[in-house]
C-alpha cells in the first residue's frame, strides 16, 4: 500500500472505532480499539478497552487501585447490518479495600449477561410483538433459555427503576410458550420498552396480578392501554383503569386479518390440490406480507397469483386494505372508511375474513383511535 493510503486507512479505522464507541454510548474512560469485519463469518468484532482512568468497586462504587485484567469476555450487539455484531473486551478487575478483587462494571451490559443492554431492549421488543417465546428465540437466533433470561433481566431493571419515572402508556400481550397451552401475561411500558411484569396463564386473574404490580397512584397516570382483543384482558382492564383509552393497535388486528387469510389459503389449497392444482402450494408466506416490502421477484408471484381469482387473492385485498384506515386522522371519516370496508368483508363468502369483519366491528369505538397508533 502506498503510504498516502496507509495514512488514509488509518484515518478511516480511527473514524470507525470513534463511530462505533458513540454508538455504544460509552464515555471516553472506555475505547474501542478495533473495529474487525469478518466478511467470511458474516461477523463484526468491536474491541474495546478500559481507558485506564479511575476504577470503581463494582459493589461499594468507591474509587480503588488496578487489579488485573479478566479473561476476555464476549458480549452479543445489535447487528450491524446482517452482520452479528459482538464486544469482546478485557475488563479491568480493581482491588476493593472493603470488598477485595472486583470485576468492574462495564456500561454496555449488566453483571452477568452475555448481551448489551441494547440488545436486550431489542430482544424485548421482538419478544413484545412475536406470538411466543420459542418464534421470538427463532428471530432472534438465540435458545429459548436465553431469550428467557433476557425477559427476566427486563422484568428486573423495570422492577428497580419503576418507581422513577411516570408510565403513561403500557402494552398487555399473551405469549405461548412452546407448543404447549402454557401462556403467560406480560405487561410492558411502551414508553422505554421494558418488561414491567411476567405472570403465568392469560385469564382476568392474571391480567389483575399485573394491574396490581402498578400502585393505584400509577395506575392513574396511565392514558393508554395497547392490547389484543382478548375478553379477560378487556375485563380486566376495564375493572383497574377505567379510564385509560384502550387502543387494539395495528399489530394486533393484524394478526387477526393475517390468521384468517391463512385460514382461506388453507383450506384453498386443499381443494385445489384434490383437482391437480398447486398453484398455492407454499405460499404461505407471500401473503402475509405488506405488499410494500416485497421484492420485486416475490412481488409479481404475487400479482400473478391475484390474477387467478384465486380466494386466497380476494382475502388477501381485503386484509391489504384495511391498512387504509390507518391513514384516517379523525373519528368521522374513519368510520365512514370502515363501513365501506366491512360491507366489502361481509359480502366476501369467506368465513374467516367476516368473522374477523364481526369482531373488529364489535370493538369499533375502541379500535377506532388511529390517532394514539405508534
Ligand atoms: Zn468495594
Known amino acids: ?5 496507509v495514512e488514509l486507512y488509518f484515518v478511516v479505522m480511527d473514524a470507525l472505532a470513534e463511530h462505533y464507541r458513540i454508538l455504544l454510548g460509552l464515555d471516553t474512560s472506555w475505547k ?13 468484532v468491536i474491541r474495546v478497552s478500559h481507558g485506564g ?19 476476555e469476555r464476549v458480549w452479543r450487539h445489535l447487528d ?3 452482520f452479528t ?6 475488563v479491568p478487575r480493581c482491588k476493593c479495600v472493603t470488598c477485595g478483587v472486583k470485576t468492574v462494571s462495564v456500561p454496555w451490559a449488566e453483571k452477568h449477561s452475555r448481551f448489551t443492554l441494547m440488545f436486550e ?18 428471530l432472534l437466533g438465540l435458545s429459548w433459555d436465553a431469550v428467557h433470561a433476557i425477559m427476566e433481566r427486563g422484568v428486573e431493571r423495570g422492577l428497580s427503576r419503576r418507581d422513577l419515572e411516570g408510565i403513561t402508556h403500557v402494552g398487555i400481550d399473551e405469549k405461548s410458550f412452546g407448543r404447549g397451552h402454557d401462556y403467560v401475561s406480560l405487561m410492558t411500558d411502551l414508553g422505554s420498552n421494558r418488561v414491567l411484569d411476567v405472570v403465568p396463564d392469560r385469564t382476568t386473574e392474571a391480567c389483575d396480578k399485573l394491574w396490581e404490580t402498578l400502585t393505584e397512584t400509577q395506575r392513574n397516570t396511565i392514558q393508554g392501554v395497547s392490547m389484543d382483543m382478548w375478553k379477560a384482558f378487556m375485563k380486566s382492564t376495564a375493572a383497574y383503569v377505567p379510564n385509560a383509552l ?24 386443499k381443494q385445489l390440490r384434490a383437482d391437480g392444482d398447486d398453484r398455492l402450494v407454499g405460499t404461505k408466506q407471500l401473503w402475509l406480507f405488506n405488499e410494500l416490502n416485497l421484492d420485486e421477484t416475490r412481488h409479481s408471484e404475487l400479482m400473478a397469483a391475484m390474477r387467478s381469482d384465486l380466494k386466497t387473492g380476494r382475502a388477501w385485498a381485503i386484509k391489504e386494505n384495511f391498512r387504509n384506515f390507518w391513514n384516517y386522522c379523525y373519528g368521522g371519516a374513519a368510520k365512514s372508511f370502515f363501513e365501506s370496508w366491512y360491507a366489502w368483508a361481509i359480502r366476501s363468502r369467506l368465513q374467516p375474513i367476516k368473522n374477523v369483519a364481526r369482531m373488529l366491528k364489535t370493538h369499533l369505538p375502541v379500535a377506532c383511535s388511529p390517532k394514539t397508533d405508534p
Open 32 to 44: 474501542v480499539d478495533e473495529v474487525d469485519l469478518d466478511l467470511e463469518s458474516e461477523r463484526v
Open 80 to 82: 450491524t447490518m446482517q
Open 246 to 269: 384502550v387502543v387494539h393497535d395495528k399489530f394486533h388486528i393484524s394478526k387477526h386479518l393475517n390468521e384468517a387469510v391463512d385460514k382461506v389459503r388453507r383450506s384453498e389449497n
Open 85 to 90: 455484531t459482538e464486544i469482546r473486551a478485557q
Open 53 to 71: 482512568g479511575a476504577l470503581s468497586c463494582s459493589e461499594c462504587h468507591k474509587e480503588c487501585s488496578g487489579y488485573d485484567l479478566s479473561p
Open 121 to 138: 431492549a431489542f430482544a424485548i421488543k421482538v419478544l413484545s410483538a412475536a406470538s411466543s417465546v420459542q418464534r421470538a428465540a427463532v
Open 1 to 5: 500500500m502506498a503510504k498516502k493510503s
